[in-house]
């Protein structure tokens, strides 16, 4: 370690354009990374990629929050001092002027140098002179339960900064990050059987979901729920990073970025979410307007009896209106807030159509290490769009009673997710039309 510090700072020799670009792109993400965490966690401060592009220093910065600013330039030096040196010597390598290296504390311009530089070939005047190249890595952790936490570590990095800072529960999350962590495993793990390697990414797992246990960061009932996609993904990495264990470094430290810049560009070009379709059916023996009666408003429902309403799942307990007609507002109580539903159609007794002004949390976290758990998806993610009630009188004078949800999640992938809301949504159409139809009867 001692010596790769010395070769980072060396002014003198030269350094390779595959060096120079590895090691410049890793210690500019590290960089905006540091200054995230200082502007974001130390201090209630703005911070964005574009400061970079301003004058240095940045009033935005240091506008009335000097420790800040001194914090951020303390962190600054030695990244300047190391991005300096790199570029004097892969400018003396390319066979080019390395007083150009001046321009490298000049915003703009500074990566424009970058570029140049790193897309250069080692002249021939000089390519008799002894390269400075990066010394041995440390030692690859290939025994013990090493491959599972060193997986760990990284996937922990991951997640927090999807969950955390972005609030991003897309399929970087749940597919990419996953791979990573059984490519890292299959690869520090690679002098052993599949079976062995994903005994590995099983341990890695159960750490990082205990982790999110112990730290509030989820509750049980939502990594059950990401568990049938994350334990897959995870072996399918395994064995890739198993067949790429030969191929020294580079392809972990690829992977890594990989998945960081589609982590911070997944917000960004990700398209709305998709809006989805849920009807549920009941038959009713009762005539068309009594069913009506009893879907408009109705009391208290029975508390549930099923596993998931029980471990977290919003519910529905009752309903009421004030008022008739288009118009008005419904309310639909749940145990975790009420949905605001002005309507928009009153077709009595055959179809009650409304809009969903305000939603309240899906579910209510259930984690045995933590009496109350804000995850990010509790917010704005589940969002129902539209809803209606449709009564369809039968031959038998029954009515066919039809509930119909319109929603949107915001999870990703949205063709598993999609699964599980669809199948939440339907319990809890049946959890309402059951109660609809029972008071009709009666």
Known sequence: MRQTIAWLFDVHGRVSRRDYFRWGVGLMVAKLLIDWATCTLLFPRPWSPLLYLLAVPSAALRDGVDLQWWLMALFALPFCWIG???????????????????????????????????????????????????????????KGVWPAAIATIATAAQVWLAIGPLETYGGVLFLGVPFLQGFLVGFLARDREFGGAGKQMLISAGLSMAGLLLLGGEGIVCILMATPIWLPMGLCGVLLGRAAAGSGRRPVVSSLLIVLAAQLAEPLISPPPSTFEVTTEVVVTAPAQRVWDSLVTFGEIEPPEETFFRMGIAYPVRATIEGRGPGVVRRCSFNTGDFVEPIEVWDEPRLLSFVVEQCPQPMIEWNPLHDHVDAAH??????AKR???????????????????????GLGPEPYWTLWSDWLVHAIHRRVLEHIRQRAER
């Open 84 to 142: 300096a040196a790199l570029t004097m010597r892969r400018l003396r390598d390319a066979g080019g002027n390395p007083w150009y290296t001046v321009f490298f504390v000049v915003p703009i311009i500074n990566l424009v140098l970058f570029a140049v530089a790193a897309s250069l070939t080692t002249s021939t005047a000089v390519s008799s002179t002894p390269k400075s190249t990066p010394p041995a890595a440390l030692p690859w952790f290939a």
């Open 378 to 383: 509790l917010h704005g993610f589940f969002a």
């Open 387 to 409: 809803g209606q009630f449709e009564l369809v009188p039968q031959a038998d004078g029954s009515t066919l009673l039809r509930g119909t949800t319109w929603y949107a999640h």
